[in-house]
């Protein structure tokens, strides 16, 4: 994750999309594949869960993730958005910062007066709050 410090907002926000969506790939696979109650194939691009907004949504759908999860990842999908419309946009933008300041470990820890630098410093940490997340969502399902 300290990767995403080092490369353009851009970037950044491209290694946090995949990162997240592998994430939430494992544990849709935990959850539906290995039980054989879906076809693995159903998970790649152009499937219905292929997407990582679709892929977001059926976690929740399937409580592998709980709302403040779903909300941060949701806020995620925004801010992946943002970055691939055809404009110059970056963290230091108004309203990215905006977005970057919903998520709800940046809430809680600016909260107690925590600052982790500026907003993509805390959109990195709050990536890397979010995987470790989803990871132990995922190993807790067997």
């Known amino acids: 994750m300290d ?10 926000v491209l290694i946090a999309a995949a990162t997240l969506d592998h994430a939430l790939r494992v544990a849709l696979e935990v959850r539906l594949v290995a039980d054989g109650v879906l076809d693995p194939d159903f998970l790649d691009a152009g499937a ?3 997407t ?5 949504t059926m976690a929740y759908g399937l409580k592998i993730v709980r709302w403040p999860v779903f909300h941060d990842l949701q806020t995620i999908h925004r801010i992946l958005e943002a ?6 946009v970056s963290f230091d933008n ?3 910062r905006e977005l970057v300041g919903q998520l709800s470990t940046v809430v809680r820890w600016r909260a107690v007066g925590l ?11 709050a990536v890397r709050a979010l995987w470790v997340l989803l990871v132990q969502d995922a ?4």
Do not use: T
């Not at 600052?115 to 940490?125: I, N, Q, S, T």
């Not at 190993?139 to 067997?142: E, F, L, T």
């Open 3 to 12: 990767e995403m410090l080092r490369v353009s907002d851009g970037a950044a």
């Open 48 to 50: 219905p869960l292929g």
């Open 52 to 56: 990582f907004q679709a892929r977001v």
């Open 83 to 88: 970055f691939a419309a055809p404009r110059e």
């Open 94 to 96: 108004g309203w990215v």
């Open 115 to 125: 600052r982790l630098g500026g907003p993509k410093a805390e959109f990195a940490h």
């Open 139 to 142: 190993s807790c399902i067997y």
